[in-house]
Structures are given as C-alpha cells and as structure tokens.
C-alpha cells in the first residue's frame, strides 16, 4: 500500500494569460517582439476578435505585473489587452511506496 507523505505547492511562479488585439497589420511584428521577452512562455496567433493568446510567467505577481506594464503594454502596435492573472497553484502529492 502507498503512503501519502506530503503535499506542497511545486509552482510557485506567477502565471498569466495575455488576451491581444494588434493594430491592423501588426500581428507578426508584435508576435516577434512578444517571444524575444524571456518571462513569455508561449505566444499563439488567435482568429476572430483578438488576435495573440500569451502565457507570461514570473517569479511573482508584482514583477509579473511591472513585465506586462512596462515591457508589453508600451507597444504602440497593441491596440488592447485583456489580462488574465492565475490564482490556483498546482499541487504535488509526493506518494511514497
């Protein structure tokens, strides 16, 4: 029978999702700038009302959110942002047996 020794939060980055609507034209221009910034971690071109889906992560949610002010938001080739900060964190159940 396994023993459930511990429970800990493996996950201790700051995570958000950055929901983008370039101006027109702009897209692949913003993508390119989007993936030189080591904190984003994906970026996907969207169809329909926006138009890049980014998953950006950070030590914490204070320097996560000065990353996404001053070295995203700064764009003049966005048009808007939708800003959608994670709350959960993820659980490890560390099973011995």
Do not use: P
């Amino acid at each position: 029978m396994q023993k459930l020794s511990q429970i800990s939060h493996t996950h201790k980055m700051a995570t958000a999702h950055l929901i983008i609507k370039c101006r027109s034209g702009k897209e692949n221009h913003v993508i390119e700038q989007l993936r030189n910034i080591d904190a984003v971690k994906s970026v996907q071109r969207t169809i329909g009302e926006f138009d890049i889906l980014v998953k950006v992560e950070s030590d914490d949610s204070d320097s996560l959110r000065r990353l996404i002010k001053w070295k995203i938001m700064k764009n003049d080739k966005i048009q808007s942002i939708t800003t959608l900060m994670c709350t959960r964190r993820s659980l490890c159940v560390i099973v011995e047996g």
